[in-house]
């Protein structure tokens, strides 16, 4: 099993794990760590591909390095707007559930 | 590709439609809050001219202006491509934006002598960034670069849910986040997968190399999937009633009308021209499903709403699905500029509804449905402004809706795929239903006359009143837009393929 391979099995674990935290935990700081775990495993995916020279067939390829490193940048300022939204949250409820909807939104749906 | 490996001899305007705006939220944040509308308002203006000089110079050409970043060639270098499809956004976008500002100026104004507001200069810096992030959708031509652009758009777009700050907004923000995370992680594992097949992210490039196999129909269908979570397509809308009916106004109306359009402008693009002809028969007729779905599910529930902003959202819900329709019928010529003009009427049509309906609320200090009697008599251009525009989403003619509806019409009947005529007519029924249950108590009148407690400024109503006619006047001339929406689209389908 080549290097690449272990590497694109970690990833789609990684994948898996986040898509199944993200989806199952009913807590928004679970949700957005899950999301992280979801980003790190397509990350590695990319890392994956760039080992492999992508099809291009190279021994390595460094476009997917450089846009790796701009996902990571992307995907940090999503965790750190969820994180300041939750704290927000925190202050003026005092809780951070989406489930009891605030009786202003009056929407049906309460599963997120 | 002989005529697209240089730039365009006018490409320089596509750099001003990006940079512009980006120079604006800089401004903004040095300037502060109490100049934000000063300098969004000119530079706004000022883009309203650049918009229109993309759309001569993509119609006087004829073909797609493009802009090769540094001058590289992709795949090592960036593009920036405007065809037909992307200039009519450019403009619409500029318009609604135009009108958001004009519009807004009474709740995130910094009063002389007071200190401003976080609201003052947030809600002028996010104005700025959804109009940068549109733009940047509209003019990316490269996966990554519009995975860059969606994240934009989004950043932009969730803090606009909760410029308010009270809890519910905040909860409607956060689960709107979270969706649009999940969105945006689907389709970067999509281009990742394309990446690894293909070797590159440059659409043109992509078109010529794409083959019916497993790892494209994997990739289209996570990226689909994520952008659909960020379009709020049915069953994944539940996120939008709650952020688009709790925002402030002039925010509702431009997440309605621009920021769900983004992310399906890049389904558009996927669909149309990196896998034009690989996208199976069943997968359009699942989105199709889902469109047919959010008509009838969007419809039915904005019928049982007792809020007005609520009863809006709803049907933003309802509209979106027209937009999926174009997805099964793709082999009709017609399908496509349906869709498109959906999104270009609705976008008018939507943005007027909200602002109405915050004018209204306004003055009534709620927005409940049953208690809206008398408004006719005190905003009368509001409420005639809400009407034009209810009339665009039911499709009466001689609206944009109207067309849209014939345009998708007459494509599902010449594709001989007859039930997606039903849903449409189903649909229009229930958007009159629904629009007749909003405006028939607006304009009953009330024992009581209606006592205005501020003086609600003429030029807000008339801002209001323009998106409504702007809706009215896509239908009544439709010809020049279809034309230059098949602009830069030939060249495409040669590109793609058998």
Redesign the interface.
Known sequence: MSIATVFGICAACL?GL?LYG??VQPQ?LR??LA?NI??GG?FL??GA?AR?G???GMGG?P??QA?VI??IV?AF??TA??VA??L??FE??GGTS?RD?????????T?? | MPSEAMASPNAGFLVLALALPVAGILLVFLAGGRYGRGITLTLVLAGVGIAAAIADGVWRTGDALTYLAGGWAPPLGIKLRADGLSAAMIVVTSIVILAAGLYAPNEFRVAQGKSETRASLSFWVLLLSVWAAMNAVFLGNDL?NL??AL?LL??AG??LV?LS???????????Y??FA??G??LY??GA?LL??????LDIGLLAAQVRPEPALWLAIALMTAGLAAKTALFPVH??L??AH??APPAASALLSALVVKGSFFLIVRLWFDVAPAMTGAIAGQILGAMGAGAIVFGGV?ALRQT?LK?LIAYSTVAQIGYLFLMFPLAAEPNALAGGMFQAISHAFAKAAMFMAAGLMAGVLGHDRIADLRGIGRALPITVFAFGLAALSLVGVPPSGGFFTKCLLLSASFTAGQWWWGAVILAGGLLAGAYMFRALMPALANSEIPLTLPAPVSRGREIVVLALAVCALLVGMFPQRPIELLQIGRVHLSEVAPQ
Do not use: H, M
Not at chain 1, 102 to 107: G, L, M, V, W
């Open positions: 994948v986040g993200l989806i928004p949700k957005i999301f979801l980003g397509i995916l990319f591909v492999r992508a099809a291009a390829d476009v997917p846009l701009t996902g992307v300022s999503a707007l969820g939204i939750l927000r949250l003026e409820t989406l909807t605030p009786k202003e939104s009056q929407s049906q749906e599963n997120s | 990554f995975y860059v994240e989004t950043f969730v803090p909760c700050g009270s809890p519910a907004t905040l909860t409607a923000a956060l689960r986040l979270l995370l999940l945006s992680a970067l594992l990742v990446y690894g097949s293909y070797g590159t539940i996120w009633p709650p009916s709790g529930v809020r609520l």
